[in-house]
């Protein structure tokens, strides 16, 4: 079993949509959640980090259940900018270092 | 604030060849991290430097070696080149502050043929 899984997709939704992406990961130690963006042949940057508590970041909504060991991200009103692949993202302590672990990412278009 | 660097941008290789990659941060970080991205694999954790004078082996450490060379700088090599390392190879660093956000450098990708 992969430690972080996602649906690869693609999502193709009109803009003005809403869609959510799930992730479940395996690692019960794991200590921080993430969603990453990553355009096409660009480097990964940060998203947007989660909290149990859940939070939100404009038309972005993270979710995080410790107990089911599940994340999930909405995104409202989708716009055409927001085409990329989204990465679930695990960090969990090494005794030496933060390991952050990938999932291989769930891709969004968004059309006109 | 450059962020984090590397280079080359692009390489092709030939089988049995060696080079060294190379990647820079100005952002005073601990932490160092190689990763390769594969399609349908997502990206794979190579090597990790926990901090100056020490590394770590990844999830796929084999055919490669790093250096932590001083906090700044942590290469990646390949002594001798194999076509199952063509990739897209990725240095990051990361904020052990509060956030733990990571930052990527803009990707090698390399060829070997």
């Known amino acids: 079993r992969k430690e972080v899984e996602q649906d690869p997709g693609p999502f193709n939704v009109p803009e003005g949509a809403t869609v959510a992406f799930n992730c479940t990961y395996s690692?019960?130690?794991?200590?921080?959640f993430f969603w990453y963006r990553q355009d096409c042949r660009k480097e990964p940057k940060l998203l947007m980090s989660?909290?149990?508590s859940g939070n939100e970041d404009g038309r972005f909504t993270a979710q995080l259940n410790r107990a089911s060991q599940y994340i999930s991200l909405l995104i409202r009103d989708s716009k055409l900018s927001d085409s990329a692949t989204y990465l679930c993202?695990?960090?969990?302590?090494?005794?030496?270092?933060?390991?952050?672990?990938f999932g291989t990412g769930t891709r969004l278009q968004v059309t006109l | 604030n450059a962020g984090v660097t590397q280079t080359p941008k692009f390489q092709v290789l030939k089988t049995g060849q060696s080079m060294t990659l190379q990647c820079a941060q100005d952002m005073n970080h601990n932490s160092m991290y190689w990763y390769r991205q594969d399609p349908g694999m997502g990206l794979r954790l190579i090597y990790y430097s926990a901090s100056e004078g020490t590394t770590d082996k990844g999830e796929v450490p084999n055919g490669y070696n790093v250096s932590r060379l001083n906090k700044r700088e942590f290469s990646l090599r390949l002594e001798s080149a194999a076509p199952s390392q063509t990739s897209v190879y990725f240095c990051?660093?990361?904020?052990?502050?509060?956030?733990?956000?990571?930052?990527f450098g803009p990707g090698t990708r390399l060829t070997v043929t």
């Open positions: 989660v909290y149990s």
């Open positions: 990051a660093s990361i904020d052990r502050g509060t956030s733990y956000e990571q930052y």
């Open positions: 690692n019960s130690a794991s200590q921080s």
């Open positions: 993202v695990v960090r969990t302590y090494t005794g030496t270092a933060s390991k952050l672990t």
